[in-house]
T-cell receptor
């Protein structure tokens, strides 16, 4: 079955460290999105990519970086410049002609 | 830019009640609208997808309607159960724009036994 795999599910980061969250899809979709969700809050867009080798900043891109070297993969790096990274991170991929939006199961990042 | 709004932000109902959740959007040029459920600390589970040419979709006790011209969708839950307690989000896939995926902030539903 096609879908999105996010890993790790839980991640702890020490202050000053960069960490990378993985998002892999086998849906053959062009578009991939990263969202951040704080407890009790809605989804906020970090970065998105509509095609390989291209990506755009979302509403809260500062302190984050991404790459899109392969269609299947859209990793998110949380850099040390992100001062409050503790949150739930979701990767999503809509189909361009309007079929269902697929989500990964999310990754919890905690700063220790 | 598309804006998606969900009202109310939170809702508490006694078990067995029928209820309606609302989602409105500002730009009617959409591919589809999708309703999701999110349990605390979990990812999103797709409930219903309505294509722009459709008026409604049903799955079990859930019925979602779409009025594209007025920019509104409703999610109707019949005979609510405590297990329905969750946050419900709507998402709109717009026809235009580099970023064409927009989410509402959700309605947190509590069904009281």
């Amino acid at each position: 079955d096609g879908g999105i795999t996010q890993s790790p599910k839980y991640l702890f980061r020490k202050e000053g460290q960069n960490v990378t969250l993985s998002c892999e899809q086998n849906l053959n979709h062009d578009a991939m999105y990263w969202y951040r969700q704080d407890p009790g809050q809605g989804l906020r867009l970090i970065y998105y990519s509509q095609i390989v080798n291209d990506f755009q900043k979302g509403d809260i891109a500062e302190g984050y970086s991404v790459s899109r070297e392969k269609k299947e993969s859209f990793p998110l790096t949380v850099t040390s410049a992100q001062k409050n990274p503790t949150a739930f991170y979701l990767c999503a991929s809509p189909h361009v002609t309007g079929n269902t939006i697929y989500f990964g199961e999310g990754s919890w990042l905690t700063v220790v | 830019k598309q804006e998606v709004t969900q009202i109310p932000a939170a809702l508490s109902v006694p078990e067995g009640e029928n209820l309606v959740l609302n989602c409105s959007f500002t730009d009617s040029a959409i591919y589809n609208l999708q309703w999701f459920r999110q349990d605390p600390g979990k990812g999103l589970t797709s409930l219903l997808l309505i294509q722009s040419s459709q008026r409604e979709q049903t799955s079990g006790r859930l019925n979602a309607s779409l009025d594209k011209s007025s920019g509104r969708s409703t999610l109707y839950i019949a005979a609510s159960q405590p297990g329905d307690s969750a946050t419900y989000l709507c998402a709109v896939l717009s026809l235009t724009g580099a970023n064409n995926l927009f989410f509402g902030t959700g309605t947190r539903l509590t069904v009281i036994p």
